[in-house]
């Protein structure tokens, strides 16, 4: 675990995902798992793969968790300044465009934490930054920035004050201030904000009534997964009914003209004097013992070969079989096959004896 500030933790995830880009450096230095990354330093860069102008000062990885989540963990005292300079900002300029500001605020300079750069200034006149919104700038911005007054850059609507000149030895003329003002540029700059209260319905109502928009991203991410899931077994059931359907029809077409060449039999049975329920018993019994026999082998057949697609991982996902679903086919089987074979029965002896031997088309 971290001892100091500069030492940091980073979930197996993320290394995993840095060893398999195509354009991954790691493998280019001879880092071929993840244990190659322990001890070493790491920079920070925006993403454009810049180093800012006030760099911090770089870590060492000590150790590498599994919690599944791409993420870094690291000392709360920094984490501010660790997302702000690896934030987005112009590459080509040096000011940086608020685009989420209802008033289109702008900063004319890039912003740091004024801790990252003491060893690199030395205040001239005024004093350092204490409070929200006050800066200090470079003493060649003087002439258009008074001492302790505010200038036209704003954050979250509020203009920044101007307490302090400095000189830099390293022609540094950035804006610097306090760690909370960057928090407070880094939320107006954020799309959306992600956040993990002890109470989620008391924070959410608070939010509600102060008119803001928030939102349950389980329940969110929830309904979206309940969504696709069900569109995805929608589709299979329209698609598995169509092919049932067709199958259907196919059988009671085989099975009526099987049923042909008994017909003359049905109609001497009753003749006879047998009764219809009898001759739906002898039948009954003959399309049990057939579906024994031939539809459920092939049920338990089929469940095998889709237990061995399981273990393919592009099939995993794709079928779900165990004792409830094996039962459920061997039922809606059966009674399918009932039906379906005791139809052309039901057609031929709801006729009498003579309308059924008097039949031109059986032999």
């Given amino acids: 675990m971290p001892k100091n500030e500069n030492e940091i933790v980073i979930d197996k995830m ?8 195509d354009f991954s450096r790691a493998k280019s230095v001879g880092i071929k798992a993840v244990d190659g990354f322990l001890n070493r330093e790491i920079s920070l860069y925006n993403v454009y793969g810049q180093i800012p102008n ?26 501010v300044n660790v997302l702000s300079s690896s934030t987005k900002g112009d590459p080509y300029n040096d000011f940086i465009v608020l685009s989420d500001s209802e008033n289109n605020d702008y900063l004319s300079h890039k912003l740091y934490d004024v801790e990252l750069a003491k060893n690199r200034i030395e ?34 609507g509020n203009e920044l004050k101007v307490v302090g000149y400095y000189t830099s030895k390293e022609q540094i003329n950035d804006f610097f201030t306090t760690n909370n003002t960057i928090k407070y540029k880094l939320l107006q700059d954020s799309n959306n904000i992600t956040i993990y209260p002890k109470d989620k319905q008391k924070t959410i109502n608070y939010f509600n009534e102060q008119g803001k928009y928030i939102e349950d991203t389980y329940q969110r991410d929830r309904k979206v997964y309940v969504d696709s899931i069900k569109d995805s077994i929608k589709s299979s059931i329209i698609l598995a009914s169509i092919i049932l359907a067709i199958s259907l029809i196919e059988i009671f077409l085989m099975i009526r003209s099987s049923f042909l060449s008994r017909v003359k039999e049905v109609g001497i049975l009753r003749a006879i004097g047998l009764k219809k329920k009898d001759i739906y018993k002898m039948f009954l019994g003959e399309i049990i013992a057939l579906t024994i026999v ?43 096959n009932i039906i379906i074979g005791l139809l052309p029965v039901f057609n031929v002896i709801r006729k009498t004896p003579a309308q059924i031997l008097s039949r031109n088309d059986v032999d």
């Fill in 54 to 79: 006030i760099k911090m000062e770089d870590f060492k990885l000590v150790g590498i968790c599994d919690l599944k989540t791409p993420s870094a963990y690291m000392d709360n005292q920094i984490f």
């Fill in 294 to 336: 031939t539809a459920i082998p092939g049920l338990l057949i089929m469940t095998n070969i889709l237990k061995g697609l399981q273990l393919i991982p592009y099939y995993q996902d794709q079928f779900m079989l165990n004792i409830n679903v094996i039962g459920i086919s061997i039922v809606i089987i059966v009674a399918f």
């Fill in 14 to 21: 993320a290394l995993e995902k840095i060893l398999n880009t």
């Fill in 123 to 156: 205040l001239t006149k005024g004093r350092m930054p204490k409070n929200d919104y006050e800066i200090i700038v470079n003493e060649t911005n003087k002439y258009e920035m008074d001492l302790y007054e505010t200038i036209n850059d704003k954050i979250n």
